[in-house]
């Protein structure tokens, strides 16, 4: 028996499907999309492409407009009833009969909320992230949304921008794993099964290097660069089947994302084949006048259409001059018909022509008890274990009285983070309410805030909270951002600590009562002066609705520290931007260079690329994340010393459990591409392995590597891996001194 290769079996049966639609005579979407566009008016293709937001200040969208077919969607379409009257309009009054698409920014769930997607990251878990994505699609589903505007996958390498929160973070690698993960959750197996809805890979593409991080600041990303980081992920999301793709509101290298001709039709489409729609973000295309890039309203739509943008968001370019256009021979009729085939195309395979509305109400999809749960394993995977001296955590017997600090403690919709409209602070278990639970005649559990909100500046409640903790054998200290703070437009020029709360901590480490500090955060946020005096440091992010019984089981060890850090942590903002795959340039920093006290500046010591006021390196830096235990790399071995072209080569080491618990280490691989056209990244990575050992224990881990995990984007443009030496590092974060080092060399024709 031949077995054939498993995409062929794939084509093979698409094939077949194909023969017996024809033979049964069921229309297969393409004819079904090319018997609508006969009887389609120009009016009415323009309808399908423009999207309106209910409530818009700028335009009232009525139910005739729907009736009269110049609707394709909405968004914010209000509640299940809501939409369920527009929808029956559109399905049962309009000429067609063609459904509208509801979507809504379902971004880390949609009642249950998890985690914000930088913390999702943290867990390096992309199964547990696509469970949480399907869990998301599932509630929305039931709302009768049938589109969300996630994942959002663009790398950011600047925590300064707000929407850093909402980003995988620094790394193309991991950012494809995540991209990928979340389209599969949210798109499951078959886009019309009533529980998934249509993904939305945004913002194409470049939005997170806004310069000075920004937000909607102007982006300038050469095509290498562009190609080997901040593609990486939307093309991932497209060969993971994604409906849909969002433009961006940046300018990238001087042309703004809703008319880029280059990354819209040539990557898009005519490299990736990307075969749903595109829809621009909110205004972005009539922003291109504000860019001056257009004229005028004609002008944007005359460009935003040659580009090929399918739906516009919210302006009206479309619905005021496509019409025009095509009649003045500016815009081939051909060109609208491939945009409306592409978004019907996305209605179809949604399965809306036959199931229009939403699902039957089912009051307990929302909240359901799995989802909770599913919540807390992924907040309990995201929350980073930065600092654990003396074995602070897991709470220890002898602690008797615990002392509960800081407002962020217990704020529900702080914990929920930004972009969640549905999310419900009132529906959040913050971690007082969980500590709570476990308080018992030998625990006893004192909260006192000290601040009345993150942001406050009166220490008038410091003195109570001090009077806490010296009581209490442990404090845990909880600081950082409330979720006003990150998020679209929410960017900060300083990245410490708000309103007294640096001040909150000093009074508290003056007790000397073994402090665990807690940071609540949607960025990553400069928390060098505070950690050397607190036994305990957690980066707990913004953990959503089941953020306090997840930390809780964190911290009493009945769940894992298992995360890793997405993004480097910056010792001071000056140092952004700052990520670990940086180049190595001609003077790289040397050791000397480390421990540079921050903001003291120093005689030079050299001519090299470093700071006089401060280290030069990460506070902590990618992939770092302790666990509950300790472990050991060792005798990393190589099966060649040679990769020829076609040919795999094995890396392996012993990896060992040397602590006193069961834990799982995330084992790293990294690659450096020593000589290249192209200056190469120190680091970059290209693999991990998530692996459980016993106290004692020890295995191999074995990496296998070909050609195509050295390939990058090279000064040609060309995609391919170039010969010479490579390094390669196996351990267990991105800094030089958790990593093996071992050499081999690529040997191609
Ligand atoms: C603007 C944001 O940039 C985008 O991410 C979001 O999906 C849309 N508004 C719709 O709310």
């Known amino acids: 028996m031949t077995l054939l290769d498993p995409s062929l079996t794939k084509i093979v049966l698409i094939i077949n499907l194909f023969a017996v639609q024809c033979l049964l005579g069921v229309p297969t979407d393409q004819a079904r999309i090319d018997a609508l566009l006969e009887k389609m008016t120009l009016a009415e293709k323009v309808g399908q492409m423009s999207q309106y937001n209910l409530g818009s200040q700028d335009r009232d969208v009525s139910e005739s407009d729907v009736r009269n077919g110049m609707v394709g969607s909405f968004l914010n379409a209000g509640d299940r009833e809501s939409k369920q009257r527009l929808q029956q309009i559109a399905v049962d009054e309009s000429r067609l009969g063609i459904p509208l698409i509801f979507g809504r920014d379902v971004i880390h769930g949609y009642r249950t909320i998890f985690p914000i997607p930088l913390a999702q990251s943290a867990s390096w878990n992309p199964e547990l992230v696509k469970a949480a994505a399907a869990v998301a699609a599932r509630e929305a589903a039931q709302m009768g949304i049938h589109w969300t505007f996630s994942p959002m996958l663009d790398i950011s390498r600047d925590p300064r921008w707000g929407r850093i929160a909402e980003s995988p973070g620094e790394d193309p690698y991991l950012g494809t794993l995540m991209a990928k993960a979340m389209v599969e959750g949210y798109q499951g197996n078959n886009l019309d099964d009533p529980n998934t809805i249509a993904a939305c890979a945004k913002h194409y593409v470049g939005y997170g290097a806004a310069e000075g991080g920004r937000d909607y600041n102007t982006t300038w990303i050469p095509e290498q660069y562009l190609r080997n980081v901040y593609l990486r992920p939307f093309k991932a999301a497209v060969e993971a089947g994604v409906a849909t793709v969002m433009t961006g509101f940046n300018d990238l290298n001087g042309i703004p994302a809703s008319a880029n001709v280059f990354t819209l039709r040539q990557i898009l489409r005519d490299e990736w084949k990307f075969n749903g729609f595109v829809v621009s973000d909110w205004t972005s295309m009539t922003e291109m006048i504000l860019h001056g890039f257009c004229v005028d309203t004609a002008d944007v739509a005359l460009k935003s259409a040659i580009a090929g943008v399918d739906m516009e968001m919210v302006s009206h370019s479309y619905q005021m001059y496509l019409e025009q256009l095509v009649n003045e021979g500016a815009i081939n009729i051909k060109l609208i018909d491939e945009m409306v085939a592409n978004i019907l195309g996305v209605k179809i395979k949604l399965g809306l022509f036959e199931n229009p509305y939403p699902p039957a109400e089912d009051k307990q999809v929302l909240l359901h008890a799995d989802h909770l749960s599913t919540a807390r394993q992924l907040a309990a995977e995201s929350m980073v274990l930065l600092k654990n001296e003396g074995q602070v955590l897991p709470i220890q017997p002898s602690v008797k009285r615990i002392a509960i600090i800081g407002p962020l403690a217990d704020d529900g919709d702080a914990q929920i983070g930004t972009w969640a409209p549905d999310g419900r602070g009132e529906d959040a278990i913050t971690p007082l309410a969980a500590f709570k639970v476990i308080e018992s005649a030998n625990l006893k559990i004192e909260y006192v805030a000290g601040l009345e909100h993150p942001r406050s500046t009166s220490t008038s409640g410091f003195r109570k909270a001090v009077k806490a903790v010296k009581k209490a054998d442990l404090a845990f200290v909880f600081v950082g951002e409330d979720e006003l703070l990150s998020g679209e437009a929410h960017n900060r020029a300083f990245l410490s600590l708000p309103g007294a709360q640096a001040e909150l901590i000093a009074e508290i480490i003056k007790t000397k009562t073994p402090i665990v500090l807690v940071i609540m955060a949607g960025r990553p946020l400069t928390i060098t002066e505070y950690i050397s005096e607190c036994e305990g440091v957690i980066y707990a992010w913004h953990p959503g609705t089941m953020g306090g019984p997840a930390l809780v089981d964190l911290v009493t060890g009945k769940s894992q520290f298992t995360a890793r850090l997405p993004v480097v942590l910056p010792r001071t903002v000056g140092q952004i931007p700052l990520y670990y795959a940086h180049m190595n340039t001609g003077r790289p920093a040397t050791k000397d260079m480390l421990g540079i006290p921050q903001g003291t500046p120093q005689d030079p010591i050299a001519y090299l690329s470093y700071y006089l006021d ?48 069961k834990a799982i280490e995330t084992a790293q691989l990294y690659i450096r591409d020593r000589f290249g056209s192209l200056t190469r990244p120190v680091k970059e990575l290209i693999g991990y392995q998530r692996i459980e050992l016993n106290p004692g ?38 800094n030089d001194d958790d990593l093996l080092l071992s050499k081999f060399n690529l040997v191609t024709e």
């Open 614 to 661: 401060a280290d030069y390196t990460p506070l902590f830096d990618f992939g770092f994340g302790l666990t509950y235990s300790t472990f050991e790399y060792s005798k990393l071995e190589l099966s060649s010393r040679e990769m020829k072209s076609g040919e795999t080569l094995t890396a392996s080491c012993t990896l060992q459990n040397t602590g006193n618990s």
């Open 697 to 734: 224990e020890s295995t191999r881990v074995v990496f296998e590597l070909s050609e195509s995990d050295l390939a990058y984007w090279k000064q040609d443009l060309g995609f391919g891996a170039e010969a010479g030496e490579f390094h390669l590092m196996v351990g267990s974060s991105a």
